[in-house]
């Protein structure tokens, strides 16, 4: 039976490669981005999101939270599409969505660096993009970028909790360094050799299709005992570095 997703950043990379690989599966995507979507919504305001949220008529299966913009952007922005976006359409779309749906949000492994606990995550949450870029810890669009992705994750704990009652089911996919065009802003705001090392003990960077796969599994049946979860999707990166700091880099 087909099932009505909604994918944010459907325009480009991640989310580009979610909706064709949900629709050459027979679902009904209804992408949602800045430009090339079926709703165009910018997400850095709250009322084009109430909008948007209004605009889709029916009921949904799934919703796809991967719209994001990197740490080459200024940390408001930052704040407001990876971080406040994702949790305004989601709550806003509960009540549209079926029992049984999922909800997959796009964070990164970077939100290891956030160094702020469940309660901290939780008080900063009540704040708004421009309060959450003049915190302390927010020196610029790297940390944004690393905060912004660790408030992400708490949601995703948050909500779980909130939507487990309708029985919705909250996932987040944490990737690694991929092939898409925001790379290059990740060069510029992390540093091109640090991304160099990461590629050469992988192997390679991931592609955008080796994320969307996780995100459609997350979305659907097969994965209906997984909630809550944040599942890293990085070529093994960090379990790669974790044991080379103890028995010897690979060779
Ligand atoms: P991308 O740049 O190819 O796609 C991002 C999409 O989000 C674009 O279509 C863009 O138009 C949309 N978007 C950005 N700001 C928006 C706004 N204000 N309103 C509406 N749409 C907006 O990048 P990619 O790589 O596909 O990124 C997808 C997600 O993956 C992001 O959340 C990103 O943080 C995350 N990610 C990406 C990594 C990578 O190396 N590419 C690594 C870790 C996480």
């Not at 709703?39 to 009322?47: E, F, Q, R, S, V």
């Not at 487990?164 to 992390?190: C, K, M, Q, W, Y």
């Not at 994965?223 to 960090?238: E, M, Q, S, T, Y």
Request: with cysteine.
């Amino acid at each position: 039976m087909s099932r009505r997703i909604l994918v944010t950043g459907s325009a480009s990379g991640i989310g580009a490669a979610l909706a064709e690989q949900l629709s050459s599966a027979g679902d009904h995507v209804i992408g949602l981005d800045r430009h090339d979507a079926e709703i165009l919504c910018d997400l850095t305001d709250a009322a084009q999101i109430d909008r948007a949220i209004a605009a889709i008529a029916g009921e949904l299966d799934g919703v796809a939270l991967v719209a994001g913009v990197p740490g080459t952007a200024d940390p408001e922005t930052i704040f407001a599409v990876n971080t406040m976006a994702p949790q305004r359409l989601a709550e806003g779309l509960a009540s549209k969505m079926r029992d049984g749906a999922a909800i997959v949000a796009v964070s990164s492994v970077t939100a290891a660096r956030c160094p702020l606990d469940p309660a901290a995550c939780d008080a900063w949450q009540a704040m708004t993009p421009v309060q959450l870029a003049s915190q302390p810890g927010i020196i610029d669009g790297k940390t944004a970028y690393e905060y912004s992705k660790g408030l992400l994750n708490r949601w995703v704990q948050v909500a779980a909790l909130r939507f487990h009652s309708l029985g919705i089911r909250v996932n987040g996919v944490s990737p690694g360094a991929i092939e898409t065009p925001i790379l290059r802003d990740f060069e510029i705001s992390i540093g091109e050799e640090h991304l160099a090392r990461a590629e050469q003990m992988t192997g390679r960077h991931g592609r955008p299709d080796e994320i969307a796969s996780v995100i459609r599994f997350l979305l659907g049946p097969d994965a209906g005992w997984i909630n809550g979860a944040d599942i890293k999707v990085d070529g093994g990166l960090h379990a790669l570095r974790a044991a080379g700091k103890t028995v010897g880099e690979p060779a």
